[in-house]
């Protein structure tokens, strides 16, 4: 993590580690990249130079751990196979939450999420006294949520049910400004873009 945080902390616009450390630097005005430009600067950091640079503590390269683990489980290096289903990965690896199914959908977030593949559920018993729904959320979007069905074995895609609403984030949705704290009351949307502060 220490890494990380050194590596973000050199782009133009981080908050630094604390108040002190930052003084009068105006890190919104300062800020350069957009939360999808970090996200993937992480990801290229992490898997070409992180993985592949000598570190002291565990004295290794993380890929030559990596590799030599299935090496001693397996008599050689033979690396597991890719994943075949990156979204299905993806989902599986997001946050949940466990809802009941109401004739509004199911809620989360004070949101409501809707849409017709859902109406075959509600034919059969639904609501309280009846398991909950595994409900899987990505924190950057939550204009859609993911449901799990568990006789497909697959989740199901389920949207805002106001359809007209734009896509905001998790952290858009929690935050203290009054067009969020409207959005839980009145189901209102802020649509969130721009330049983000590096932490």
Same mark, same amino acid.
């Given at each position: 993590?220490?890494?990380?945080?050194?590596?973000?902390?050199?782009?133009?616009?981080?908050?630094?580690?604390?108040?002190?450390?930052?003084?009068?630097?105006?890190?919104?005005?300062?800020? *350069?990249?957009?939360?999808?430009?970090?996200?993937?600067?992480?990801?290229?950091?992490?898997?070409?130079?992180?993985?592949?640079?000598?570190?002291?503590?565990?004295?290794?390269?993380?890929?030559?751990?990596?590799?030599?683990?299935?090496?001693?489980?397996?008599?050689?290096?033979?690396?597991?196979?890719?994943?075949?289903?990156?979204?299905?990965?993806?989902?599986?690896?997001?946050?949940?939450?466990?809802?009941?199914?109401?004739?509004?959908?199911?809620?989360?977030?004070?949101?409501?999420?809707?849409?017709? *593949?859902?109406?075959?559920?509600?034919?059969?018993?639904?609501?309280?006294?009846?398991?909950?729904?595994?409900?899987?959320?990505?924190?950057?979007?939550?204009?859609?949520?993911?449901?799990?069905?568990?006789?497909?074995?697959?989740?199901?895609?389920?949207?805002?049910?106001?359809?007209?609403?734009?896509?905001?984030?998790?952290?858009?949705?929690?935050?203290?400004?009054?067009? *969020?704290?409207?959005?839980?009351?009145?189901?209102?949307?802020?649509?969130?873009?721009?330049?983000?502060?590096?932490?």
């Amino acid at each position: 993590m220490r890494t990380l945080m050194e590596l973000v902390h050199q782009f133009p616009g981080t908050t630094f580690s604390n108040i002190t450390e930052r003084g009068d630097y105006a890190a919104d005005e300062k800020a *350069c990249i957009t939360l999808p430009e970090l996200e993937r600067i992480l990801a290229l950091y992490v898997c070409n130079i992180y993985n592949r640079s000598y570190h002291k503590g565990a004295k290794d390269r993380p890929i030559e751990r990596y590799t030599n683990y299935y090496k001693a489980i397996n008599g050689n290096a033979t690396i597991p196979l890719r994943v075949v289903d990156s979204q299905r990965f993806t989902i599986d690896l997001l946050p949940y939450e466990e809802r009941h199914l109401t004739r509004r959908g199911f809620e989360l977030f004070g949101i409501s999420y809707f849409d017709e *593949c859902l109406i075959a559920w509600l034919a059969a018993p639904h609501g309280r006294g009846t398991p909950k729904h595994l409900l899987r959320y990505d924190p950057r979007d939550i204009s859609r949520i993911h449901v799990f069905d568990p006789a497909a074995g697959q989740y199901l895609g389920v949207g805002y049910r106001d359809r007209s609403q734009p896509a905001m984030s998790g952290s858009a949705m929690a935050g203290p400004s009054k067009p *969020c704290n409207a959005f839980r009351t009145s189901t209102s949307r802020v649509g969130v873009n721009g330049r983000t502060t590096c932490c």
